[in-house]
């Protein structure tokens, strides 16, 4: 449903407490581990890019733009 509106599902998953998992309808995928206070992004293509938790996400932008 929440594809259906155009929005980010965010859950913690029951085998990985902790961490936090936003699903962007693009499918890119956040996951945010509470104790190391790191989110790594999980690109389409494969490619992953972590950055520190306390840096607020920004909306995943996919296709990336190319410099």
């Not at 859950?11 to 989110?39: F, H, M, Q, S």
Request: glycine share 8%; net charge negative; hydrophobic share 25%.
């Amino acid at each position: 449903m929440c594809f259906q509106q155009g929005k980010a599902c965010v859950y913690e998953p029951d085998e990985e407490p902790g961490t936090i998992v936003t699903e962007w309808p693009n499918g890119v995928i956040d996951r945010k581990c509470l104790k190391a206070n790191t989110r790594t992004r999980h690109w389409p293509d494969g490619t992953k890019e972590t950055t520190p938790g306390d840096v607020p996400p920004s909306f995943p932008h996919w296709p990336r733009a190319t410099a």
